[in-house]
């Protein structure tokens, strides 16, 4: 596959903001080996199958390195991705648009294989027991055709064995033999967490939390948080332009001893939140009405009244007290920005891919 035109410019341009560096130190060095450093995904330009991944090495002292699987593999991707599961040694690089997993070697970005049946808007991954499970939506407008796909990660084939679940399957993690997953509710709605027993042929538990649950995290005791989105506002005519449609955004917290939710923070009406990451015991969410990431402990029972200003992000995630986020442009190269939790100041930025999403620890 060749490099299109607009890849190869995005390409050059990112050179171009590398090499106007005040530092030529600072000028990032392609080693083939990106162990040790930030991921970030790019979804790519919407229709043009051109996302991509940038690396940015863990001391923060040059600009990123983008397009590494194309350098690597002189090919694109040749899709939208959707998101990036990783095992010890690999990169599951799922491509929503072209329902295909590209297999590669997590440190080097050398291809693999590639995994294109049995896949119908793949989403998500998770692993467990030597398999990976994909949820799957199915047609978007069909509530009645979400699954997880099941890959053995051994011979990377996927199996005839799927797992039906609810509309809208989305976020996907695994703990002790079980899967769980977040119905978002794809271009509807849902309200509910699955809980999948693998050690109990695959019978499905269900958790009723609030409208579009989304991000999904395990806290520091192996309990189980949820961010809500809610359902997104739609209004009437003029001239009042009433609300229809709206339910708030919530944050859950599930009790996995005994599957019940024990605390829920709602938002206030019409207040929206996305992004959720936690750290040890600390948890971040961003809300576009503010563009701010706000924290709270996991044992408070209100929500913070202060945050980090970060304009409109696309990807959020935390390590080592910084914040990193991602200003997205899916006309243009994106940027990755990292925020000094403590003193709110951004300490670090650089140009990465097309509609740049998703931030990975590598």
Same mark, same amino acid.
């Given at each position: 596959m060749k490099i299109t035109k607009s890849i190869f410019k995005l390409f050059i341009i990112s050179l171009v903001f590398t090499s106007c560096?005040? %530092?030529?130190? @600072?000028? +990032?060095e392609i080693t083939g080996n990106y162990k040790d450093g930030i991921i970030v995904s790019a979804e790519g330009g919407f229709g043009n199958k051109d996302g991509s991944i940038s690396y940015v090495n863990e001391n923060l002292n040059r600009l990123a390195t983008n397009f590494i699987y194309t350098g690597v593999n002189n090919a694109q991707l040749g899709g939208l991705i959707q998101s990036i599961s990783f095992t010890d040694t690999e990169a599951y690089i799922i491509l929503n648009d072209v329902n295909t997993i590209v297999v590669a070697d997590r440190y080097t970005f050398e291809k693999i294989?590639?995994?294109?049946?049995? *896949?119908?808007?793949?989403?998500?991954?998770?692993?467990?027991?030597? /398999?990976?499970? &994909?949820? %799957?939506?199915? %047609? +978007?407008?069909?509530?009645?055709?979400?699954? *997880?796909?099941?890959i053995d990660l051994a011979t990377n084939t996927i199996e005839s064995t799927t797992i039906s679940l609810d509309n809208g399957v989305e976020r996907i993690l695994a703990k002790d033999n079980k899967l769980y997953v977040s119905h978002k509710g794809a271009w509807s709605s849902n309200n509910i967490i699955s809980i999948v027993d693998l050690a109990a042929n695959n019978t499905v538990e269900k958790i009723i939390v609030k409208d579009n649950p989304d991000e999904?995290?395990?806290d520091v005791s192996g309990n189980l948080i949820v961010l809500s989105e809610g359902k997104p506002l739609t209004y009437g005519g003029a001239p009042?332009?009433?609300?229809?449609?709206?339910?708030?955004?919530?944050i859950s917290f599930i009790n996995l001893s005994n599957n019940t939710i024990t605390k829920e923070i709602e938002f206030s009406d019409n207040e929206r939140a996305s992004q959720m990451s936690y750290v040890n015991?600390? &948890?971040?969410y961003y809300m576009g009405s503010e563009q701010k990431v706000f924290?709270? %402990? @996991?044992?408070?029972?209100?929500?913070?009244?202060?945050? &980090?200003?970060?304009?409109?992000?696309?990807?959020?995630?935390?390590?080592?007290? /910084?914040?990193f986020t991602t200003s997205y442009s899916f006309?243009?190269?994106? /940027?990755?920005?990292?925020?000094? *939790?403590?003193?709110?100041?951004?300490?670090?930025?650089? +140009?990465?891919?097309?509609?740049?999403? /998703?931030?990975y620890f590598n």
């Amino acid at each position: 596959m060749k490099i299109t035109k607009s890849i190869f410019k995005l390409f050059i341009i990112s050179l171009v903001f590398t090499s106007c560096s005040n %530092n030529d130190e @600072e000028f +990032p060095e392609i080693t083939g080996n990106y162990k040790d450093g930030i991921i970030v995904s790019a979804e790519g330009g919407f229709g043009n199958k051109d996302g991509s991944i940038s690396y940015v090495n863990e001391n923060l002292n040059r600009l990123a390195t983008n397009f590494i699987y194309t350098g690597v593999n002189n090919a694109q991707l040749g899709g939208l991705i959707q998101s990036i599961s990783f095992t010890d040694t690999e990169a599951y690089i799922i491509l929503n648009d072209v329902n295909t997993i590209v297999v590669a070697d997590r440190y080097t970005f050398e291809k693999i294989t590639e995994i294109n049946t049995g *896949l119908n808007n793949p989403r998500y991954m998770a692993t467990a027991n030597g /398999k990976g499970y &994909i949820t %799957n939506w199915g %047609n +978007p407008s069909d509530t009645t055709d979400d699954y *997880l796909g099941v890959i053995d990660l051994a011979t990377n084939t996927i199996e005839s064995t799927t797992i039906s679940l609810d509309n809208g399957v989305e976020r996907i993690l695994a703990k002790d033999n079980k899967l769980y997953v977040s119905h978002k509710g794809a271009w509807s709605s849902n309200n509910i967490i699955s809980i999948v027993d693998l050690a109990a042929n695959n019978t499905v538990e269900k958790i009723i939390v609030k409208d579009n649950p989304d991000e999904l995290i395990f806290d520091v005791s192996g309990n189980l948080i949820v961010l809500s989105e809610g359902k997104p506002l739609t209004y009437g005519g003029a001239p009042d332009y009433a609300v229809l449609t709206n339910t708030t955004s919530s944050i859950s917290f599930i009790n996995l001893s005994n599957n019940t939710i024990t605390k829920e923070i709602e938002f206030s009406d019409n207040e929206r939140a996305s992004q959720m990451s936690y750290v040890n015991g600390e &948890i971040y969410y961003y809300m576009g009405s503010e563009q701010k990431v706000f924290t709270i %402990n @996991e044992n408070d029972t209100t929500l913070a009244t202060d945050g &980090i200003a970060t304009g409109n992000i696309y990807g959020m995630s935390v390590k080592d007290n /910084k914040l990193f986020t991602t200003s997205y442009s899916f006309t243009a190269l994106s /940027k990755l920005i990292v925020t000094d *939790l403590s003193t709110k100041e951004v300490v670090y930025s650089s +140009p990465v891919g097309l509609g740049a999403s /998703k931030i990975y620890f590598n």
